[in-house]
T-cell receptor, first 114, second 113 residues
């Protein structure tokens, strides 16, 4: 079965420092990977996706993610964190064998302190 | 504006009183889905629909019903709500195909007492 794992429940970063939110995946075949962000009392917003091609994917709000096939990882990164980046982040994989379901990781709470 | 609209945003109801949470999208998406989000359990799929009149169970379908009579609408029905259905619910839609992500609604926070 396809799955994603986010090993950290919470990540704390100082404003201006680089941030990384980790995600590993387990899929059969080619992975279709996504990152979403959830702000308090809001729905999930799409950040970026990897389908094929360049391993470094750029997305919204200055975020990027690096696809690493050998390590089966898809870590989310940002060179300089903002306090407004504080939110809940979800990694997901689209399972084309189960009706196209998005399978989510447990989520990582990112806290950026001034 | 392209969006998924859910109503209501907040709902408190009593055990056993039937309710419907509506979901509508204006993007002509074929695929629609319902998720529930619970602390420590992440997001779990309840039902999904690949097109009009085509629906199927997700991971946690017990106690829920759906219908897809029109492409834009995908209501979630709780025939006899119970307290364990207290949760945050999200509707989502996408184009069919592996490379597409979902667009999510703003969520419905349901409390069953």
């Amino acid at each position: 079965a396809q799955s994603v794992a986010q090993p950290e429940d919470q990540v704390n970063v100082a404003e201006g420092n680089p941030l990384t939110v980790k995600c590993t995946y387990s899929v059969s075949g080619n992975p279709y990977l996504f990152w979403y962000v959830q702000y308090p009392n809001r729905g999930l917003q799409f950040l970026l996706k990897y389908i094929t091609g360049d391993n470094l994917v750029k997305g919204s709000y200055g975020f990027e993610a690096e696809f690493n096939k050998s390590q089966t990882s898809f870590h989310l990164k940002k060179p300089s964190a903002l306090v407004s980046d504080s939110a809940l982040y979800f990694c997901a994989v689209r399972d084309i064998n189960q009706g196209g379901k998005l399978i989510f990781g447990q989520g990582t709470e990112l806290s950026v302190k001034p | 504006e392209a969006q998924v609209t859910q109503n209501p945003r907040y709902l408190i109801t009593v055990t056993g009183k039937k309710l419907t949470v509506t979901c509508s999208q204006n993007m002509n998406h074929e695929y629609m889905s319902w998720y529930r989000q619970d602390p420590g359990l992440g997001l779990r799929q309840i039902y999904y629909s690949m097109n009009v009149e085509v629906t199927d169970k997700g991971d946690v379908p017990e106690g829920y019903k759906v219908s897809r009579k029109e492409k834009r609408n995908f209501p979630l029905i709780l025939e006899s709500p119970s307290p364990n259905q207290t949760s945050l619910y999200f509707c989502a839609s996408s184009l069919a195909g592996k490379g597409y992500g979902y667009t999510f609604g703003s969520g419905t926070r349901l409390t069953v007492v």
